[in-house]
C-alpha cells in the first residue's frame, strides 16, 4: 500500500522536534549537530532569535496579500537587494525550482523581444541541478530527473562540466543563455575557477548570450561573499537564489539587470505567494545580517578553520577520503567510499551531513557555527569515518 506521504524520498528513520543554532534536538531527546541545514537553508542557525522575532512580528500583523496590491515588506527587501547586487530589478518566489522557470522564461522573452524569437537556447553543464520542475529538469537533463517525464522541454543544451573549449564552440549568436552554478551544490561542491568564470562572462558578452548564475545554493553569504560570484568580480545579467534567503522560510529570488528583465511586463509572470509579508520580513531580516561585512569577515574565518581541520581529517582517513573542496562554509569532501554510508556513520555520532554526485559530502554548517561546533563536527566526522579504515588512525 503506498504510504500516506508520496513516498519520493529516502527518508532516514530520524525525526526532529526542536532546533537551536547548529544543534537538532530528535524525539527522543537526543542531539544533532547539524551540518547540513536543510541542506543550505538554515543559513542563520535553527529558531534564530532574530528570525523568530521577524517572523512573529510580521505574523501578527498581515500574514498575506495578494501581489495585486503593494506590499512594502517586499518591496524593502527588493531594494535592498537591488542596493547590494549587481541586479536593478527583482521578483519573488518561493522556492529554488521557480526561480530556474523564471530566469528560463526572462531569457526567452528578452530575445523574443528584440526580434529573434528563434533564439531560444540555453546552454548548462553536466551534474547541475536547478529543481525539479519540468523547466529544471530539462535544463539540468540527467537521465536520473528527467527519465519517464518525457516529453521534456526543448531547447537545452548540455556540456560537460566546466569545459570551456565545449562551451566555446557550443556558444554562438543563436545562444540565448549560459545557465550555471558558480559551485555546483547536488553535483558535488564542484566549483568554477575564477578564470572560468570569467571565460563564461567573455563568451557571453562576445555572443551577446544571456549569464543566467544560480545561486540557489552557494548564494546569501554561504562562500563567504554574499553571492559566489562577487569572488571572481564579475555579474551575471540573471540570478536565481533560494534556500539561505529566507532562513527556513520559504523564499526565492529572481534578480536581474534591468536590460535582462526588458521583457517582463505587467501580465507576463506571476505568483500568487512570491513575495508574501512572511518571507520578505524573515528575508530582509537575513539579508541585513548576512551582507555585514564583519558577518562575511567571520564566515570566511570559520571556513579557513574548519578547512585546516578537514584536511587533517583527509589526512588521518587516506582510505576514506581524498581532499576537501570548495569555498567558505559549503565545503564537499571527496570520499573514497560511498558518501551516503558516510552520512549513515555519522547518523551514528549524532553529526548530520548529506551526500551529492561525484563522491563528495557536503559540509553545509549554519553560518552561524561557532569554533567549538566546528571542532566538534571533525571530532564526530573522525569518528564516523573510523569504520572505514583499513588501518586505524586519528585526527
Ligand atoms: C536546491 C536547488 C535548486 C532547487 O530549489 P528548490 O527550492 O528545491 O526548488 C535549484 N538550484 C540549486 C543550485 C539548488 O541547490
Known amino acids: 500500500m503506498i504510504p500516506s506521504i508520496l513516498p519520493t524520498y529516502n527518508r532516514a528513520p530520524l525525526c526532529f522536534e526542536t532546533g537551536e543554532g547548529t544543534w537538532l534536538t530528535a524525539t527522543d531527546g537526543s542531539r544533532y549537530l547539524d ?13 534564530n532569535p532574530e528570525l523568530v522575532a521577524a517572523l512573529t512580528e510580521q505574523a501578527g500583523r498581515l500574514w498575506h496579500v495578494s501581489n495585486l496590491y503593494q506590499i512594502p515588506e517586499q518591496q524593502r527587501l527588493a531594494d535592498m537587494l537591488v542596493e547590494k547586487t ?73 556540456l560537460p562540466w566546466a569545459d570551456m573549449a565545449a562551451l566555446k564552440s557550443a556558444i554562438s549568436e543563436r545562444t540565448a543563455a549560459v545557465m550555471v552554478e558558480p559551485i555546483q551544490g547536488e553535483g558535488g561542491i564542484r566549483p568554477l575557477s575564477d578564470a572560468e568564470m570569467k571565460t563564461i562572462r567573455q563568451l557571453c558578452d562576445e555572443t551577446g548570450a544571456l549569464l543566467i548564475l544560480d545561486e540557489v545554493q552557494c548564494g546569501v553569504g554561504r562562500t563567504g561573499r554574499l553571492f ?87 589526512a588521518a582517513h587516506p582510505d576514506v577520503f581524498e ?3 570548495g569555498q567558505g562554509l559549503m565545503l564537499g569532501l571527496v570520499c573514497k567510499v560511498a558518501p551516503a554510508d558516510i552520512v549513515k556513520a555519522g547518523y551514528d555520532q549524532h553529526i548530520l551531513t548529506v551526500p551529492a554526485a561525484h563522491e563528495a559530502l557536503r559540509l553545509l554548517p549554519p553560518l552561524t557555527i561557532s569554533d567549538d561546533e566546528i571542532a566538534e563536527a571533525v571530532r564526530r566526522l573522525d569518528a564516523a569515518a573510523t569504520q572505514f579504515d583499513s588501518a586505524p588512525s586519528s585526527v
Open 228 to 314: 559566489a560570484h562577487e569572488w571572481s568580480g564579475l555579474a551575471p545579467d540573471i540570478m536565481m537564489v533560494a534556500k539561505g534567503i529566507g532562513g527556513g522560510f520559504p523564499l526565492g529570488a529572481v534578480l536581474a539587470t534591468e536590460r535582462a528583465a526588458s521583457g517582463m511586463v505587467a501580465g507576463t509572470h506571476g505568483s500568487t505567494y512570491g513575495g508574501n509579508p512572511l518571507g520578505c520580513a524573515v528575508g530582509a531580516r537575513v539579508l541585513e545580517i548576512v551582507s555585514d561585512p564583519a558577518f562575511l569577515a567571520e564566515v570566511n574565518r570559520k571556513a579557513a578553520l574548519f578547512r585546516q581541520k578537514l584536511e587533517g581529517l583527509v
Open 323 to 325: 581532499g576537501v573542496r
Open 35 to 47: 551540518l547540513g541545514a536543510g541542506i543550505a537553508v538554515n543559513a542563520l542557525g535553527h529558531a
Open 86 to 158: 549587481f541586479a536593478d530589478t527583482v521578483f519573488f518566489t518561493n522556492s529554488g525550482t521557480e526561480t530556474a522557470e523564471l530566469a528560463i522564461k526572462m531569457a526567452r522573452k528578452y530575445w523574443y523581444e528584440k526580434g529573434e524569437p528563434d533564439r531560444i537556447e540555453i546552454l548548462t553543464f553536466e551534474g547541475a541541478f536547478h529543481g525539479r520542475s519540468t523547466g529544471a529538469i530539462a535544463a539540468a537533463g540527467s537521465e536520473k530527473m528527467v527519465k519517464g517525464f518525457g516529453p521534456l522541454m526543448p531547447g537545452f543544451r548540455h
